[in-house]
Nanobody, 117 residues
Framework: EVRLVESGGGLVQPGGSLRLSCTLSGDTLSNYDMSWVRQAPGKGLDEWLGASQRAGIRFDYADSVKGRFTISRDNAKNTLYLQINSLKPEDTAVYYC?????????RGQGTQVTVSS
């Protein structure tokens, strides 16, 4: 059974940075094209943020986060990352990694990111 654990969230001031991690167990990360999505408070729909092709060569991003968000992965560590820079209050959300490039795959419990002064 594939299990995902997201971590690295927290409370950060506007303009700050965070690196989120997503560790996969029960399989090998290199078997999956992965994605990051987020769900903001009060919004029922996920926002797709970006995807990583399994070999870690190609990365795609939503236009809304391009330039501030960077996805990377270490397949040897079975870990996917999301670097978020220049955080804004509107980035406040629960962030999930998923085992599908569209954001519809298995996910973990998420990690909360709160941007506030």
């Amino acid at each position: 059974e594939v299990r995902l654990v997201e971590s690295g969230g927290g409370l950060v001031q506007p303009g700050g940075s965070l690196r989120l991690s997503c560790t996969l167990s029960g399989d090998t990360l290199s078997n999956y094209d992965m994605s990051w999505v987020r769900q903001a408070p009060g919004k029922g729909l996920d926002e797709w943020l970006g995807a990583s092709q399994r070999a870690g060569i190609r990365f795609d991003y939503a236009d809304s986060v391009k330039g501030r968000f960077t996805i990377s992965r270490d397949n040897a560590k079975n870990t996917l990352y999301l670097q978020i820079n220049s955080l804004k209050p509107e980035d406040t959300a629960v962030y999930y990694c998923t085992t599908d490039p569209s954001g519809l795959g298995n996910r973990g419990q998420g990690t909360q990111v709160t941007v506030s002064s």
